[in-house]
């Protein structure tokens, strides 16, 4: 085992708690949330697990995303020019297109849950869980070379 290889397990395990996160927060907890609690209490459960979980990905998420990122695109050789060549670089290139699309997303998720505004939030929390599997599978489809 080398270094290399924990930094990639660090990002891998880190996409996959966030990722895993979000399903389970939609999949298992809200419908639970929603069958098991009255109006207000739902509403304050879903708020504290909003908060923690924008805490998580706020101070442990997007460090540990960003740093190994960076750090695994250098190793590789990636550049600026290279994100535009076929196979490898075009397919990083719609990873890290789709990654802030969905960090746009779950900013605009918050803004919206905190300003009341539960149409906008609700469709922010969908698009945000979908473009993460979005971005799950394009770091599958990422060639290994």
Do not use: N
Request: one cysteine or more; proline letters at 3%; aromatic letters at 8%.
């Amino acid at each position: 085992m080398t270094w290399w290889t924990v930094v990639r397990f660090a990002h891998v395990l880190s996409a996959a708690l966030w990722v895993g996160g979000q399903l389970t927060v939609s999949l298992v907890v809200l419908p639970l949330a929603r069958r098991l609690l009255d109006g207000e209490r739902r509403a304050g459960v879903m708020r504290a697990v909003g908060r923690r979980f924008g805490l998580f990905t706020g101070a442990v998420f997007l460090p540990v995303q960003l740093g190994t990122g960076v750090a695994l695109a250098w190793r590789k050789g990636v550049t600026w020019a290279s994100l535009a060549e076929p196979g490898y670089g075009r397919i990083l290139a719609a990873k890290l297109v789709l990654f802030c699309a969905v960090m746009a997303a779950a900013g605009l998720h918050g803004w919206a849950t905190g300003g009341g505004r539960p149409a906008l939030a609700r469709a922010m929390a969908v698009t945000a869980l979908v473009g993460s599997v979005g971005v799950v599978l394009l770091a599958a489809a990422l060639p290994a070379t």
